[in-house]
């Protein structure tokens, strides 16, 4: 089946660096990807879609400039949060989707939690 | 904006007990998403909902799709340990809007 990757499985930061997160498709070519966040006890929340070789799109109240999407491969995406804060510690999720039909199936990577101090 | 709304919230059961969960919508939807996701996991995908009325069936759990398509629900026949975790339904069409989720857990 579709796997998906994610790296870091989880990291600690201190208040103010930056993190990058990557998600890759293994074996097979991931048109879109999406990135999600979650925070305990709560349901997944869609930060941005992002195309392969175009800008990613961003869902209202997500700050594109906190968060930096790069599509630039069909098998890579990578979410950096910019000048962390506690209040961005979250689980973060991304999913690729092979196809380009909406019914087409998400595969979910297996998250990267993020500790900012 | 459009979102689906997912009862309960929590559901505690006794092993052996059955479950549902359900989603409801107040527009139509194209198709209707199920995730499994196990405490500290990722969701994994369960199924995807396409056509009016739609029953699918896996092993003890059965997926529904409402005639309107506008809601939609998970049943668990004879809930087993293995269970735990929360189930989220997800509104296709493009981008997937998740359900808040219903937290199932189950005593031996």
């Known amino acids: 089946g579709a796997v998906v990757s994610q790296h870091p499985s989880w990291v600690i930061c201190k208040s103010g660096t930056s993190v990058k997160i990557e998600c890759r498709s293994l074996?097979?070519?991931?048109?879109?990807m999406f990135w999600y966040r979650q925070f305990p006890k709560q349901s997944l929340m869609l930060m941005a879609t992002?195309?392969?070789?175009?800008?990613?799109?961003?869902e209202q109240g997500v700050e594109k400039d906190k968060f930096l999407i790069n599509h630039a491969s069909l098998t890579l995406s990578t979410l950096t949060v910019t000048s962390a804060h506690p209040e961005d510690s979250s689980f973060y999720i991304c999913?690729?989707?092979?196809?380009?039909?909406?019914?087409?199936?998400?595969?979910f990577g297996p998250g990267t939690r993020l500790t900012v101090l | 904006g459009q979102q689906v709304m997912q009862i309960p919230q929590y559901q505690h059961v006794q092993e052996g007990e059955d479950f549902t969960t359900y989603c409801n919508s107040s527009?139509?939807?194209?198709?209707i998403q199920w995730y499994k996701q196990r405490p500290g996991g990722h969701p994994v995908f369960l199924i995807q909902?396409?056509?009016?009325?739609e029953v699918k069936k896996q092993k003890r759990l059965t997926f529904q799709f409402g005639e309107a398509k506008k809601n939609s629900s998970l049943h668990i026949t004879a809930t087993q340990t293995t269970d735990v975790g929360t189930y989220f339904c997800a509104q296709g069409g493009g981008k997937l809007i998740f359900g808040q989720g219903t937290e199932l857990s189950v005593k031996p």
């Open positions: 909902l396409v056509k009016s009325g």
């Open positions: 527009t139509t939807l194209s198709n």
């Open positions: 999913s690729a989707r092979e196809g380009t039909i909406s019914t087409d199936t998400q595969y």
């Open positions: 992002s195309n392969e070789g175009s800008k990613a799109t961003y």
């Open positions: 074996d097979f070519q991931a048109t879109t």
